[in-house]
Nanobody
Framework: QVQLVESGGGLVQAGGSLRLSCAASGSIFSISAMGWYRQAPGKQRELVATVTRGGSTNYADFVKGRFTISRDNAKNTVYLQMNSLKPEDTAVYYC?????????WGQGTQVTVSS
């Protein structure tokens, strides 16, 4: 089992920044990719960004140039730096970890961007 705990969400004005963190614990060996997803009210959960153990990244088009994902393997932590936030970025952000073809999810952290 892998446990994921997110932190760093909150309320910010449009144009502001937030940094999300996700710490993994438990059976963390063999975790390959980690990433962030989000779900807005009434919408499906969608990919935001992923990072492999080797540091390769992938971003959704709607966050390219604004968000940066990074990973500290020594701390078993993944980060999401979010800049130039927009009201449409408002959602619950979930951390995910891929281990041996199973995906584990965190409990989510709310990000609210006011206009």
């Amino acid at each position: 089992q892998v446990q994921l705990v997110e932190s760093g969400g909150g309320l910010v004005q449009a144009g502001g920044s937030l940094r999300l963190s996700c710490a993994a614990s438990g059976s963390i060996f063999s975790i390959s990719a980690m990433g962030w997803y989000r779900q807005a009210p009434g919408k499906q959960r969608e990919l935001v960004a992923t990072v492999t153990r080797g540091g390769s990244t992938n971003y959704a088009d709607f966050v390219k140039g604004r968000f940066t994902i990074s990973r500290d393997n020594a701390k078993n932590t993944v980060y999401l730096q979010m800049n130039s936030l927009k009201p449409e970025d408002t959602a619950v952000y979930y951390c995910a970890a891929d281990r041996l073809k199973l995906v584990y999810w965190g409990q989510g952290t709310q990000v609210t961007v006011s206009s």
